[in-house]
């Protein structure tokens, strides 16, 4: 008889700079699936502008996955398959939502998959309704003043208000 495979631990990493219900609805299928998520928050100095610090990204992510037990929060920099086998998971998560983001999800799977063959990567789909849902849009229509109760948890819609109207004050100034 084949040996019982391990629990799989799946490692969620991204920018999460807003965390959206696009993003919950992946963590939650894979909450489901995988004995343990860890959602890592990247340290990324190539991507210059980010509305909220690491911590903060880390501090709402905390809030909005506490339901689930089994999923933890992370942040890490530096080569996403190195954290994967530090914190011992076997799976790189990652969304897919439209084509457009197929090509380069797909360029980094490979490039893992070069650099560390024991790590799968896993691509999940989110409902329909948040498939065309992104952090950008959403700090973009939070700064036009449009409704984004649709797309974020009201705790971090709060945080995001905030943090665009202290940004309008400091520029106005
Ligand atoms: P990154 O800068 O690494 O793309 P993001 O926070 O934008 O960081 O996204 C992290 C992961 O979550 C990526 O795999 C992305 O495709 C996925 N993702 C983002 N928004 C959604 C969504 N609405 N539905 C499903 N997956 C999503």
């Known amino acids: 008889m084949a040996p019982?495979?391990?629990?799989?631990?799946?490692?969620?990493?991204?920018?999460?700079?807003?965390v959206t219900l696009g993003h919950l609805d992946v963590?939650?299928?894979?909450?489901?699936?995988?004995?343990?998520?860890?959602?890592?928050?990247?340290?990324?100095p190539a991507k210059i502008y980010a509305l909220f610090t690491v911590e903060?990204?880390?501090?709402?992510l905390r809030v909005s996955v506490k339901k689930w037990r089994n999923v933890d929060v992370a942040s890490f920099s530096g080569l996403t398959v190195n954290v994967a086998?530090?914190?011992?998971?076997?799976?790189?998560?990652?969304?897919l939502r439209?084509?457009?983001?197929?090509?380069?999800?797909?360029?980094m799977a490979m490039m893992n998959d070069n650099l560390a063959p024991d790590v799968t990567t896993v691509f999940m789909a989110p409902s329909p309704q948040y498939s065309f849902l992104s952090s950008?849009?959403?700090?973009?229509?939070?700064?036009?003043?449009?409704?984004?109760?649709?797309f974020v948890t009201p705790a971090v819609a709060r945080e995001l208000i905030a943090r665009i109207?202290?940004?309008?004050?400091n520029e106005s100034c």
């Open 4 to 18: 019982a495979n391990p629990p799989a631990h799946a490692l969620y990493p991204g920018s999460f700079d807003v």
């Open 136 to 150: 950008s849009s959403v700090k973009e229509i939070a700064r036009l003043g449009g409704d984004i109760s649709d």
């Open 27 to 44: 963590i939650r299928r894979a909450a489901r699936i995988f004995a343990r998520v860890t959602v890592a928050v990247a340290h990324n």
């Open 85 to 95: 086998s530090q914190v011992g998971a076997t799976v790189i998560l990652r969304g």
């Open 165 to 169: 109207r202290a940004e309008s004050v």
């Open 98 to 107: 439209a084509v457009s983001d197929f090509e380069y999800e797909l360029q």
């Open 56 to 60: 903060e990204r880390l501090a709402m």
